[in-house]
């Protein structure tokens, strides 16, 4: 049972989404849903929801109902069935006691939605320490049951290759860092140029996060990237 602050939270909290274009089309292909007025139940950022989560043991139920948010949200757009949902995943929620897999599916079945409609992102910002590895078994368990999965923040962890080689994801989203002002960085344009080459052969996609300016857009479509999210395309919006 959720005490009184994590109840609050999932009463109060809601999701913006961000769009995710086809670099060359424009044509929307998915929405990354984004956490928002977390605040109201006093918590400063996202890391400190999740990290809290995850030390009272309450990591997968909180992520259960703010999953259910999420997907009933998309749901309303009148092109949902049409684009994805990309949604953010703890890796840790398989620590959890009382973890279980199969409720995505009931949720979908909820609300008129498919496996093919979402997308899980998994970022490497726990693979150290005690947490090393829990990506991999995450990203293959949901893969086995038909979900598409991305790697998010790519290049800014330790064992992006690692699960490049072992998991082989359906996306990998190149890390902001790598395209501030790539344009200008011939350093940068040979790391997302080799990403993008490694993940052509492996038959991955590859997403540009925090695209800011048409100079970013222009070198990351010359490089071969397959879409783009930012500022440049749209903020995220609560409107739905």
Known sequence: MLNERWQKLIEVADFAFQPIVNIYTGRLYAVEALIRNYEAADFNTIDAVFDTAFSEKVLYSVDIKLREK??????????????????????????????KSGYTCELLSTYDMDFSNICFELSEKHQVGMYAGVD???????????????????????????????????????????????????????????????????????????LECEEEYIECKKLGCNMVQGYFVQRPTLNV
Do not use: C, W
């Open 70 to 99: 999420a997907i009933h949200k998309f749901s309303l757009l009148p092109f949902a069935k049409h684009v994805k949902l990309f949604y953010n995943l703890d890796n840790r929620i398989t620590m959890m006691p009382d973890f």
């Open 136 to 210: 991999k078994l995450v990203l293959n368990l949901y893969k086995q049951q038909g979900y598409k999965m991305a790697i998010d923040d790519f290049g800014v962890g330790f064992s992006g290759l690692q699960m490049l080689f072992h998991a082989e994801p359906d996306f990998i989203k190149i890390d902001r860092f790598f395209i501030n002002d790539i344009h200008k960085s011939k350093k940068k344009k040979l790391f997302v140029g080799s990403i993008v080459q490694i993940a052509q052969a492996m038959g991955i996609f590859t997403i540009v996060e925090g």
